[in-house]
């Protein structure tokens, strides 16, 4: 096995950002990919003007990728930001607002999954009100992302990073999907797996392999410590997607990695360029 049996697709909202957003694609495509996802590129705006949807699928459809992920809304990322749906107040408003735009827009590019960031904990509010309003609106999330036949991601951060972000273990972010599940009877939540972020946790990645990998909708990688390509830290990446793949996995690769002090054309070297395009 190895990398070559892998379906790999590219985040654009970390590789490629030293180009404006509706030339990522292309990049991308240039690259050799022919799948992409996404954060939500907007981050002040959950609901963006109609042109700016247009462009971006436009500059997707032209450049020839597919887009295979999105996210929901969930403020500044990268930046202080971790979500926006367990936020009392305005940004909840803001994720709610958000949702049936990121589904049509899914929907619009054949893209089946959408992934829901949890809030950070916020000083002088009981989490059980917050975890209350996040299952509100995870049901949400996922009956409009149900309508499109899509699945509803969630993700396990990692606490070094993420020191006020609730979900920061794999057991955790599977609680979370058991919970939206048993809410909505859908059965449409899945886990999204991030090696880097799980390993970041200290957490036995082979075992959360051999547990998890039928309750995974999504996988993304970057390598640790430092968050960069497949090589350039100490995570045996190859061997873990091979025991992923082992243990039934099919779906795509996220490369959600930071391209370090080189344009992200040249952060692909671990990669044979034949192996970038899913088959």
Request: overall charge negative; charged content about 25%.
């Amino acid at each position: 096995m190895g990398y070559a049996d892998q379906r790999f697709n590219v985040n654009l909202s970390i590789l490629f950002t030293e180009l404006p957003l509706l030339d990522r694609p292309a990049a991308a495509a240039a690259a050799g990919f022919t799948a992409v996802e996404l954060w939500w590129p907007w981050v002040d705006a959950p609901v963006p003007g109609r042109s700016d949807l247009d462009a971006l699928r436009g500059a997707i459809e032209d450049a020839g990728v597919r887009l295979v992920g999105l996210n929901f809304y969930a403020g500044q990322l990268p930046g202080p930001d971790r979500g926006a749906l367990s936020l009392p107040g305005e940004e909840s408003e803001r994720f709610r607002a958000n949702v049936d735009v990121a589904v049509d827009f899914a929907d619009s590019l054949g893209c089946r999954a959408l992934n829901a960031l949890y809030g950070n904990r916020v000083e002088g509010v009981d989490p059980a009100e917050q975890d209350a309003l996040a299952l509100e609106n995870l049901g949400l999330a996922a009956r409009a992302a149900d309508r499109i036949g899509a699945t509803l991601l969630i993700e396990a951060l990692n606490r070094p990073e993420s020191p006020l972000c609730p979900i920061v273990s794999a057991p955790g972010a599977i609680e979370v999907v058991d919970k939206v599940n048993a809410a909505t009877g859908l059965g449409n939540a899945r886990f999204l797996m991030d090696l880097y972020h799980l390993s970041m946790n200290g957490e036995d990645l082979p075992a959360v392999i051999d547990r998890y990998t039928g309750r995974t909708g999504h996988v993304q990688i970057a390598d640790d410590p430092g968050r960069g390509a497949p090589g350039t830290g100490s995570l045996p990446l190859e061997a873990l997607l091979d025991r992923l793949a082992a243990a039934g996995y099919e779906g795509w690769v996220g490369l959600e990695y930071k391209p370090g002090d080189r344009p992200s054309a040249d952060a692909f070297d671990w990669l044979p360029r034949e192996a970038r395009a899913a088959r």
